[in-house]
């Protein structure tokens, strides 16, 4: 089954309130990517974090990967409805060849 | 720019049927890969290829078969077809050989099996 564990599953904001998903994985990883997906389109890659502890940013979008390289998280700060769709994580496992993805959590922006 | 060509972007089949899914990529990747989507469940791994001719089971391989013949198609098969294989189906390749690279995905393909 999925090896990378992500919540919420769904969550519903006004629009300019913060959001955050969490993505975790009981086994060290070696890198973590982060997908949007938006309404009807396929998943986009965003950026991808390799070292502990690394935090990058894309303009209201903080990622951050932890310590020991277990867990995760999109920080978007000040939602606009141009945020709308699914976020994904994902990471390689065994040896690099397969990419697992998180289940994903729907983020929808009222405005 | 890569892209990514899946065959139909809507399939309706019966069940039974053998459905094939094809998946096109124009950038000399050496990995593809095969995922279905469903609400609640995120992208599901049902088979990835590293190479031509090699193929490896993702998660939910049952039901399903591939076919890496040469290396810009990934086709996906479905043998039976079955109501519970009513998906989206989402190929998606990347560059050789490295493990930090991003996946390029298809537009996807929504089969209904009736």
């Known amino acids: 089954g999925q090896q990378v564990m992500q919540i919420p599953q769904y969550q519903h904001v006004q629009e300019g309130e913060d959001f955050t998903t969490y993505c975790n994985s009981s086994t060290t990883l070696s890198n973590i990517q982060w997908y949007k997906q938006r309404p009807g389109g396929h998943p986009v890659f965003l950026i991808q974090l390799v070292k502990s502890g690394e935090v990058k940013k894309q303009k209201r979008l903080t990622f951050q990967f932890g310590e020991a390289k277990k867990n995760s998280s999109l920080h978007i700060t000040a939602t606009q409805t141009t945020d709308v769709g699914t976020y994904f994580c994902a990471a390689h496992m065994e040896y690099g060849n397969k990419l697992v993805f998180g289940a994903g959590t729907i983020l929808r922006v009222k405005s | 720019d890569v892209k990514v060509t899946q065959s139909s972007r809507y399939l309706v089949k019966r069940t039974g049927e053998k459905v094939f899914l094809e998946c096109v990529q124009d950038m000399d990747h050496e990995n593809m890969f095969w995922y279905r989507q469903d609400p609640g469940l995120g992208l599901r791994l049902i088979y990835f290829?590293?190479?031509?001719?090699?193929?490896e089971k993702g998660d939910i391989p049952e039901g399903y078969s591939v076919s890496r013949e040469k290396k810009e198609r990934f086709s996906l098969i479905l043998e039976s077809a079955s109501t519970n294989q009513t998906s989206m189906y989402l190929c998606a390749s990347r560059i050789t050989g490295g493990r930090n690279t991003e996946a390029f995905f298809g537009q996807g393909t929504r089969l209904t099996v009736v």
């Open positions: 290829s590293y190479d031509v001719k090699m193929k």
